[in-house]
Structures are given as C-alpha cells and as structure tokens.
C-alpha cells in the first residue's frame, strides 16, 4: 500500500524559513515523479511543485518561484520541500502526492498534509 | 495568464447524472492537456478519481468517468449518492510544463 507522510509544518516568522519532508513507502520511489500541491484556509487547491524520478526536472508555480525549491533523496525514499522567504499568502496544508508514470499525467495518491503557518 | 475554470457550485437529486466541466480562459481542453479530476470533502486530503481525460484511479466507482465535450472536460457522475457530495477539482497540465487547478465545484446532493 502507497503511504506518503509528510512533517515539517509549523509556525514560522514572515521572511522566515521552513523544509517539509515527506516519507514515502509502499513503491518503487525513484520511478515515480512527486508533487506539491497546497490549500490555503477556506480556500481551493493550488499546485505548488513537481520534481521527476530521478531529481534532475523541476517545475515551479509563480507564485513560490525563486522562493521554494523541491528535492529528493531516493535512497531515503523522501521528498522534501524548502520554503524560503515566507509570506503570510503561504499559510496553507501542504500535500505531498505521488505521480502516475509522468508527472503530466496528474496526481495519483496523496498524503494527509502538513500545515504550515506564517505570521508574526 | 491561463486560467482554469470550473462551475462555482452543481446540485443533484439523489440517483441522478451530473456533468461538471472543466475549461480555459483562453482556448479548448483537449487530451493533450492530460485533464485529471479529484474529490476532497471537507477536512480531509483529496482523492484522485480520473487523469489522463478518463482513466479511472484505482478503487474508484464505475459511476464516475471522464470525457472531452466540446471544448472541455467533463466529469460525470451518473447515479449520485449522497457521499458524493463534495468538492470537485480539475487539473489541467500547461505547456509550460506546470499544471493548473480550477478553483473546484462544490457539489450538493439532495
């Protein structure tokens, strides 16, 4: 069975910084691309982040280019998103989701969020 | 920028179909945007229910498919029951090499 756990969240200073990891079992994890995807309070989902199998492709919203890079460590099995430069905009539950075969084909199992809160 | 666009709200009568749409600002969906649907009720993550336009996610009813019509996607749900009521959400992938959400139909069932 597909488990993504994710952890990280917490309160955080604007302007501060913040990594969320989520640890992933169940799959062969260096085969399968891994999504960021976000729902801000009372609000619709938005996606954040992609990164393929192997870590090398990454693609970013606007909203959080320049600011949050994602990352992979496949002998861990563990994807893991650095939030820099904070904004309390970014207040949200951040998911952490396993793609099908390629990330364009969307995302496939999801894990239950980590949330993170900016304010001062 | 392109933006995604989803009825804000849908009802329907228990045992009935529903078409949710999904389209663009600015052009047609077609398969080559790979449309993906997913379901989240309140206060839990969300579960993918198609992607690829119509494939159906593992462990997901026969009751839900997906579909280009017109110049949109299309979720249709036929015979609704209540714990269908929910939040539905599509993904578009772009160009660009990022993918979209529409900012979701919130479906009633009565």
């Known amino acids: 069975e597909v488990q993504l756990v994710e952890s990280g969240g917490g309160l955080v200073q604007p302007g501060g910084s913040l990594t969320l990891s989520c640890s992933a079992s169940?799959?062969?994890?260096?085969?399968?691309?891994m999504h960021w995807v976000r729902q801000a309070p009372g609000q619709g989902l938005e996606y954040v982040s992609a990164?393929?199998?192997?870590?090398?492709?990454?693609v970013y919203a606007d909203s959080v280019k320049d600011r949050f890079i994602i990352s992979r460590d496949n002998s861990k099995n563990t994807l893991y998103l650095h939030l820099s430069s904070l904004r309390p905009e970014d207040t949200a539950v951040y998911y952490c989701?396993?793609?099908?075969?390629?990330?364009?084909?969307?995302?496939?199992?999801w894990g239950q969020g980590t949330t993170v809160t900016v304010s001062s | 920028q392109t933006v995604v666009t989803q009825e804000p709200s849908f009802s329907v009568s228990p045992g009935g179909t529903v078409t949710l749409t999904c389209g663009l600002s600015s052009g047609s969906v077609s398969t080559s945007f790979y449309p993906s649907w997913y379901q989240q009720t309140p206060g839990h993550a969300p579960r993918t229910l198609i992607y690829t336009t119509n494939t159906r996610s593992s462990g997901v009813p026969d009751r839900f498919s997906g579909s280009i019509l017109g110049n949109k996607a299309a979720l249709t749900i036929t015979g609704a029951q209540a714990d269908d009521e929910s939040d539905y959400y599509c993904v578009l992938y772009m160009s660009s090499g990022i993918s979209v959400f529409g900012g979701g139909t919130k479906l009633t069932v009565l």
């Open positions: 990164i393929n199998g192997n870590g090398v492709s990454t």
């Open positions: 989701v396993k793609g099908h075969q390629w990330a364009k084909y969307g995302m496939d199992v």
């Open positions: 169940g799959f062969t994890f260096n085969t399968y691309p």
